[in-house]
C-alpha cells in the first residue's frame, strides 16, 4: 500500500510541474516527468523519457487549443518547423538508446537555467506586426533549420525540446511571447508523440499505471496553467516562463546531484 501511495505522489508531484511548465512556458512535460521518475520510483530512465513525452501529448494538446481560442497559435507557419522536428526526433530516439540514463537525467538542466534568465533579464518584445513583415522565404528557411536543431534535442535528450523551440521562435523566428508559447505546445504535442511511440518501440511498454497517472495530472495542470498564462500580459508571461524554466531545471539538478 505505502508503494502504490508514493507511487501517485511522486506522479502527482511531477505530472503538476510538468503541466504547469507546459501550459505557461511551453516546456517540454519530460524535463520534469524523466528525472522524477528515474529518481524516486527507480524507473530507468529511457522509461521514463517515454512516460514524460507521451505525458507531454494530451497537456500539449489542450494548451494549445487554450491557446487557440485567445488568437495565439499560428498552425500554417509553423508546419514548416513541424515537419522538420517531426523527422529528426526520430532520429535522435534512437540516438538516444545508446546514451548512458545518468547522461538523459541532467544533459539540459543548465542550458534550460541560462534560457530562462534569457526571458528573464531580456523579455520578448515582439509583435504580429513586425513579424508579418519578415520575409516568408526567410522565415522558411530558419524554421527547417530551427526544427532540425529542436528535433534532435527532443529525441535524444527527450527534455528541452519544448524550452528550445520557444527559443527559436521568439529569438530566431521573431514571434510575439504568447503566440510563441501556443505554437511551440502546437508542435510539441505531435513531436512528444512521436518521440514517446519511438521510445516504446525500441524500449518496450513502460510502467504502465504510472504513465495513466502522468498523463492525468499533467494533462489537469496543463489546462489550468494555459489558461491563466493568456490573460496574462506579455511581460508577465516573460517572467512566469523564465521562472518556471529556472526553477524546474535546478530542483532536477538537485534532486540528480545533491
Known sequence: M???????LVCFIAGAGAGIGTGFAGMSAAAVIGPMLAT????????????????????????AYTYKK????DVKNSLPLLVSVLIVTMIGSFAASFLPE???????????????????????????????KSSPKGRLIKAIVGGVFVGFICGFVGAGGGMMLLLVLTSFLGYPMHLAVGTSVF??????????VSHFMIGGLPDLPCLALCVVFTLIWARIAAIIANRAK???????????????????LAVNYL
Open 70 to 73: 485567445s488568437g495565439n497559435l
Open 40 to 63: 524516486f520510483l527507480g524507473i530507468p530512465a529511457y522509461d521514463a523519457v517515454g512516460i514524460g513525452l507521451i505525458s507531454d501529448v494530451l497537456a500539449s494538446l489542450v494548451s
Open 102 to 132: 545518468r547522461a538523459m537525467n541532467g544533459t539540459m538542466q543548465i542550458a534550460l537555467i541560462f534560457i530562462g534568465l534569457r526571458f528573464l533579464l531580456k523579455p520578448v518584445n515582439k509583435t504580429r506586426e513586425q513579424l508579418e
Open 234 to 252: 506579455a511581460e508577465t508571461l516573460n517572467r512566469a516562463v523564465g521562472i518556471v524554466m529556472i526553477a524546474t531545471s535546478a530542483v532536477i
Open 187 to 196: 508542435i510539441m504535442a505531435f513531436t512528444a508523440l512521436t518521440g514517446g
Open 2 to 8: 505505502d508503494d502504490i501511495l508514493i507511487k501517485i
